[in-house]
């Protein structure tokens, strides 16, 4: 009802001035109601819109309370015999509940490297000697700006892993200094550092050590973190080995031109080469570029698919932004694919990675990989490359 | 289409030096004037664009934020091309982030230069003055010095939360820029001069009139 000021509108005016007329009396009076009865329709509205939410929140609650059930009673028992199943593959594209999320992964990632909890405090125990000396050093070091040994030390990773870890989901508030899981991360990294030497830190692993960090317990994240990174494709990139970086983005052109022809076309013509985005999502399997709870969800099905499904992924997106795209010059993509809207919604990513094919004339993925691979030379354009006219569409949008 | 009534100007600029010396936070201060503590890393090369006007001509700055780790130096070199100027940028809290500075400069001017021979524009960014200026008076180091033996058209101590100097930086970069690409139109006049090129000549800008 009614209060204060709105409760005016229906007063006549102060004595002093003349009186409203009877038609602009009884005007006021109908638009005051007809204001009054929107309002009320507004709230109706709003509630409903409110109540809708919260049944689909339930729903959405019970699938998840239903589907721990069935992930802990049924198939986490029995994994390897369930995993390839029909029924269980379908519940895992739905999405891992979060409470049994970092068990699947961790299983599904599996340990070939055999790595064991005490293995890992081998390693971080050395970490933690290397970064004793390396700040002892560094202070003796420090009024000779700098001595040799640091400077050799500048890529063995321990100062860019203290670097990275603030800028590691930063929103989060976590990881940074003083924050809860700030040791932690270091601890990962800096043991995986002494347990590959020869590949040591790489910018993208922070990221992907915290999104197992958020779901496993210390040594398990660093075991998955490893056998992760041991992946084909993870190994490639995070060695940064050009040919094989090469052979993947040829791939993924293929499957690009094959699912979305105008698309490809369009980016082609803008020469927007598939490296510009896919360094960021593969390197970070798109845990810095999507939203957290998406993300998550985009490794239910990497942990599922394997390398195949990080570019299904990322077609997926394009799919999804295919409109925009289109309308959009070289530097507004590339501007918007290194920062995605945080509007993004899961269902919707999946629709569109469910509409894309992972087939090229028949072939597979691993099949389509696997040619590129064999016939070495062809294909085997230099990334970035600007075809062959001499100024690049580019520069000329 | 190149359009000859209006005129604009675009440039791919780079932006590089060491990991978490604050490029990414120089260009969000630059392009969105604003600052916060908490971005995350770049993973290869993230994009911004800056339109600016420039004696009533658009400039539209195309820059390029590469990631900083040595490691990726392979791969994220091919960016270099076509780009006509570069901020190489540097932390004045942490010494070796001052001692890569050559090291970017020399790995830049070998990967890429301007059709007339010479090496691109390149702006020193000394970041992060706000939290002290450690590197620039414990060296004893001679800026203006350091910046003619290196081959740097100027430098200028920034930060990009207290938003110090990050436009002079800009505007200095892009005048060397519109001045190199003069210079290159005019010696390429010369070149090929001809009377029919003599009478276009004034209402062209330089990129259309190497696009004819």
């Known amino acids: 009802e009614p209060l204060s000021t709105t409760a005016l509108i229906l007063e006549d005016r102060p004595a002093n001035l003349p009186a409203k007329p009877s038609e602009e009396t009884q005007r006021h009076k109908l638009e005051y109601e007809e204001m009054v009865a929107a309002a009320k329709r507004r709230e109706m509205k709003e509630a409903q819109k409110k109540k809708r939410q919260m049944k689909e929140r339930h729903r959405q609650e019970d699938i998840i309370s239903n589907a721990m059930i069935v992930w802990n009673n049924e198939i986490l028992p029995q994994w390897d015999t369930m995993k390839g199943t029909r029924r269980v593959r379908d519940l895992w594209w739905q999405g891992l509940p979060p409470s049994v999320r970092g068990r699947v992964w961790s299983l599904a990632i599996g340990n070939e490297l055999n790595i064991t909890a005490e293995l890992y405090k081998i390693f971080l125990c050395r970490a933690k000697e290397k970064w004793r000396s390396y700040s002892e050093t560094s202070s003796v070091n420090d009024s000779e700006s700098d001595g040799g040994a640091s400077l050799a030390d500048r890529e063995s990773s321990l100062d860019l892993i203290k670097l990275d870890i603030s800028r590691t989901f930063p929103s989060l508030f976590i990881f940074q200094k003083g924050g809860p899981y700030h040791d932690l991360l270091h601890s990962v990294l800096g043991a995986y550092t002494c347990y590959r030497p020869d590949i040591g830190y790489v910018q993208g692993m922070s990221f992907i050590a915290a999104v197992l960090i958020l779901n496993l317990e210390e040594a398990e994240a660093f075991i998955t973190f490893a056998n992760l990174l041991n992946k084909p494709c993870q190994m490639a990139f995070f060695r940064v080995d050009h040919d094989l970086m090469l052979k993947y983005f040829a791939a993924f052109e293929i499957f690009f031109e094959e699912n979305l022809p105008r698309l490809f076309t369009h980016f082609q013509t803008n020469n927007l080469t598939p490296d510009l985005y896919l360094i960021d999502w593969i390197f970070t399997l798109y845990s810095r570029s999507l939203p957290l709870d998406v993300a998550c969800r985009v490794w239910d099905v990497f942990c599922r698919d394997g390398e195949e499904s990080l570019f299904r992924t990322g077609l997926g997106i394009l799919r999804l932004y295919e409109d925009v795209l289109l309308q959009m010059d070289f530097i507004h993509i590339a501007q918007f694919l290194s920062r995605l809207p945080d509007d993004l919604h899961t269902h919707t990513l999946f629709n569109a990675m469910a509409a894309t094919h992972m087939l090229s004339r028949n072939r597979r993925w691993a099949q389509v990989f696997c040619a590129l691979m064999k016939d070495g030379g062809g294909g085997n354009r230099e990334w970035g490359e600007r075809s062959s006219s001499s100024s690049s569409p580019a520069l000329r949008s | ?212």
């Open chain 2, 1 to 212: 289409m190149q359009n000859n009534h209006h005129k604009e100007r675009l440039y791919k600029i780079l932006v590089i030096g060491d990991l978490g010396v604050g490029k990414t936070s120089i260009i969000k201060r630059y392009v969105h004037h604003n600052f916060s503590p908490n971005y995350r890393a770049t993973i290869g090369v993230d994009f911004a664009l800056k339109v600016l006007n420039w004696d009533q001509e658009t400039v539209r700055l195309q820059l390029w934020d590469i990631a900083g780790q040595e490691r990726f130096g392979n791969m994220t070199r091919v960016y270099y091309r076509e780009a006509m100027g570069a901020f190489i940028v540097f932390d004045v809290t942490r010494p070796a982030s001052f001692e890569a500075v050559t090291k970017w400069k020399e790995d830049l001017d070998s990967k890429l230069t301007l059709a007339n021979g010479k090496n691109v524009a390149t702006v020193l960014l000394a970041n992060k003055c706000d939290q002290g200026r450690d590197v620039l008076t414990n060296n004893g180091i001679k800026m203006e010095q350091f910046c003619l033996e290196n081959g740097f058209v100027g430098w200028y101590e920034t930060s990009a939360k207290e938003n110090i100097n990050i436009d002079e930086a800009a505007n200095c970069l892009v005048k060397h820029i519109i001045a190199n690409e003069n210079d290159m139109l005019q010696s390429e006049v010369l070149d090929t001069i001809s009377p029919q090129l003599e009478k276009d000549k004034g209402g062209t800008c330089s990129s259309c009139f190497r696009s004819q």
